[in-house]
């Protein structure tokens, strides 16, 4: 009859001894993780501060509007099947401008996300692209580092220009495009626009929401 492999008791005390690192790095990492939590949301909460900053100006608000926000389910008029968010930008109480998340979902390549200001009188006071799929040089229009376009809806309001007129020149609109380059800013016009559409019909119930909660709007653009 045969003895015990001496070496066994040598290959569990590995074993154990391997067990026993994995579980200090497992807690190691956590306590790190834990410990670097707090700084990582802190840079993601100064990240979206500084994107909304450019469409809106932080001087022009006195509020913090990470925690002056809802969300906001509105298919027919921002584009989106899935609740996209909106933020409140008020100075002493007062209502300043709405910072809105909206989809173009018709453009060449597929949905574009937009985040669009319009202050308190009507008026854009910035458009971002946030992401886009469109075909590289296509898509550069609606790209703020690469093209000026987009910043010139800034100033623009529902009426100006006139409906008929708030499209690209080749439909017969107001503003430019590039050639070969058509459906994407006409998708962002369209997107632009019917978000001030939705913001003359509900504006007030989004700046009197309180702030976390979800709005329905299942309503359409007349």
Do not use: C, K
């Not at 909106?86 to 985040?115: N, Q, T």
């Not at 019917?194 to 329905?216: F, I």
């Amino acid at each position: 009859m045969s003895g015990a492999d001496p070496a066994t008791p040598s290959v569990w005390r590995s074993g154990l001894r391997l067990a026993g690192v994995a579980a200090l790095a497992v807690l190691l990492l956590g306590g790190l993780h834990r410990l670097g939590a707090p700084r990582i949301a802190a840079q993601a909460r100064e990240a979206e501060r500084d994107a909304l900053s450019v469409v809106l100006p932080s001087a022009e608000h006195d509020n913090d509007l990470l925690a002056d926000q809802v969300s906001v389910h509105a298919p027919h008029w921002l584009g989106s099947a899935a609740p996209l968010r909106a933020w409140r930008a008020r100075r002493a109480d007062a209502p300043r401008a709405l910072l809105l998340e909206a989809v173009a979902p018709d453009g060449y390549g597929g949905p574009i996300r937009l985040l669009i200001g319009v202050r308190a009188d009507g008026r854009i006071s910035g458009v971002r692209v946030l992401e886009h799929r469109e075909t590289p040089g296509l898509g550069d229009i609606i790209d703020a580092h690469q093209s000026r376009w987009i910043d010139t809806l800034r100033g623009r309001r529902l009426g100006d220009p006139p409906a008929q007129r708030w499209t690209v020149r080749r439909d017969g609109g107001e503003f430019d495009q590039v050639a070969g380059a058509t459906v994407t800013p006409r998708a962002v016009l369209l997107a632009v626009r019917r978000a001030l559409a939705y913001v003359e019909r509900h504006g007030a119930q989004l700046y009197a929401a309180p702030s976390g909660s979800t709005l329905e709007h299942d309503d359409a653009p007349g």
